[in-house]
């Protein structure tokens, strides 16, 4: 077992309304902490989807487990080849290198804390989405920067295939 010890020694506090926000309806993406001020602990944004939005298609991390905590609403979760339908209160942790996805369930909302940990400095990576839906880059780009952000795309028959 390894064991991650975060270098960093003040607590992390962050206010929502200092909270960068990226994106815009249906998919909105809080920048709560990332890894730089976690010490490598954790990144930790807060993804609000409406009306049955989609938050990420299907990927994987190499390194870092992913946590999905619903606040509100219902989402459907893919860990590997299950899709999970989450409500309030529900957590599900993908382990690193296991495909996942996320959206609102069809026709609801969902508000989802998600942390990944080990920490990845992913804001950047929120802000690079946001120029591609701004149609400022485009979407090959994120081939490009799939390494630096630890976030591999994949394709799951599962996935495309659920109720939506």
């Known amino acids: 077992m390894s064991l991650l010890v975060p270098k960093f020694d003040e607590s992390v506090i962050v206010r929502d309304a200092e909270a960068e926000v990226v994106g815009r309806a249906p998919t909105t993406v809080k920048l709560l902490a990332d890894s730089s001020a976690t010490g490598g602990a954790l990144s930790t944004q807060r993804v609000t989807l409406s009306g ?4 990420a298609k299907p990927h ?3 390194n870092s487990a992913e946590m999905f905590f619903l606040l509100d609403g219902a989402a459907q979760i893919l860990s590997g080849d299950q899709v999970v339908t989450a409500g309030p209160g529900d957590l599900i942790v993908v382990p690193p ?3 996942h996805a996320f959206a609102a369930a069809p026709g609801t909302d969902a508000d989802l804390l998600i942390v990944i940990t080990p920490g990845v400095e992913r804001f950047e990576y929120f802000r690079h989405l946001q120029r591609i839906a701004l149609g400022e ?3 090959e780009s994120l081939l490009e920067v799939q390494e630096l952000y630890d976030n591999h795309f994949t394709k799951s028959a599962v996935w495309d295939a659920r109720g939506r």
């Open 52 to 55: 049955g939005a989609d938050g």
């Open 60 to 62: 994987w991390h190499d």
């Open 97 to 99: 290198g296991l495909p």
């Open 137 to 139: 880059v485009g979407p």
